[in-house]
């Protein structure tokens, strides 16, 4: 069977890619791994980053590609592969991906959703950078380390105190 995916030139998209093992923290643990990985990707294969988070399980991404360009599949198994490749083995690899000479680091499909308009954009940008409070790592957005919301600060775009929790919720300041 044949996995189909939306391929929309210049396209921007919302990701989610899960490790195969779901209960460490390989991905944190292993960041400056995956940093190395991602520019390598790029700089072959270019795409921008309009927002990202590494969680010690999962990431999320929102990438926009070139002109004409609409391969994210390949961008992805490209970071999987040379992250993987720098991981010692012995994780639990199930007999299909033995198989095929797989790894079993990362869950084999990714979770990509394609950008309509500006408000959706927004809406996932704001999902990924409270996704460490969502899950507890984090009081507050920005003090997760490993998120592109202090790049969003540092620029201008979102107060330090973005999405402080506040008596009645939290609060996602004004944009």
């Not at 954009?121 to 996704?131: A, M, P």
């Not at 997760?144 to 330090?160: D, L, M, N, T």
């Given at each position: 069977?044949r996995y189909?995916r939306?391929?929309?030139?210049?396209?921007?998209?919302?990701?989610?890619?899960?490790?195969?093992d779901?209960s460490?923290s390989?991905?944190?643990?292993?960041v400056?791994d995956?940093r190395r990985?991602?520019?390598?990707?790029k700089?072959?294969h270019?795409?921008?980053?309009l927002a990202?988070v590494?969680?010690?399980?999962?990431?999320?991404?929102?990438w926009?590609l070139?002109?004409g360009?609409g391969?994210?599949?390949?961008?992805?198994m490209l970071?999987?592969?040379?992250f993987s490749?720098?991981?010692p083995k012995?994780e639990?690899?199930?007999?299909?991906?033995?198989g095929?000479?797989e790894r079993?680091?990362?869950?084999?499909r990714?979770?990509?959703?394609?950008?309509t308009d500006?408000?959706?954009?927004q809406?996932?940008?704001d999902?990924?950078?409270?996704n460490?409070?969502?899950?507890?790592?984090a009081?507050r957005a920005?003090?997760w380390p490993?998120s592109?919301?202090?790049?969003?600060v540092r620029r201008?775009?979102?107060?330090?105190d973005?999405a402080?929790e506040?008596?009645?919720?939290f609060d996602?300041?004004?944009?």
């Amino acid at each position: 069977m044949r996995y189909r995916r939306t391929r929309q030139p210049d396209g921007t998209y919302f990701f989610t890619v899960n490790l195969a093992d779901r209960s460490g923290s390989l991905l944190t643990d292993r960041v400056d791994d995956l940093r190395r990985v991602v520019r390598s990707v790029k700089r072959d294969h270019p795409f921008d980053i309009l927002a990202w988070v590494v969680m010690p399980d999962h990431l999320h991404a929102i990438w926009g590609l070139p002109e004409g360009d609409g391969d994210c599949a390949t961008r992805w198994m490209l970071i999987k592969a040379g992250f993987s490749r720098g991981v010692p083995k012995g994780e639990r690899v199930r007999a299909s991906r033995l198989g095929k000479g797989e790894r079993g680091v990362w869950q084999r499909r990714f979770w990509e959703h394609l950008v309509t308009d500006e408000d959706d954009l927004q809406r996932h940008v704001d999902y990924i950078h409270i996704n460490p409070v969502k899950h507890g790592y984090a009081a507050r957005a920005t003090d997760w380390p490993y998120s592109s919301i202090h790049q969003h600060v540092r620029r201008g775009w979102v107060p330090s105190d973005w999405a402080v929790e506040k008596d009645d919720g939290f609060d996602a300041g004004e944009r």
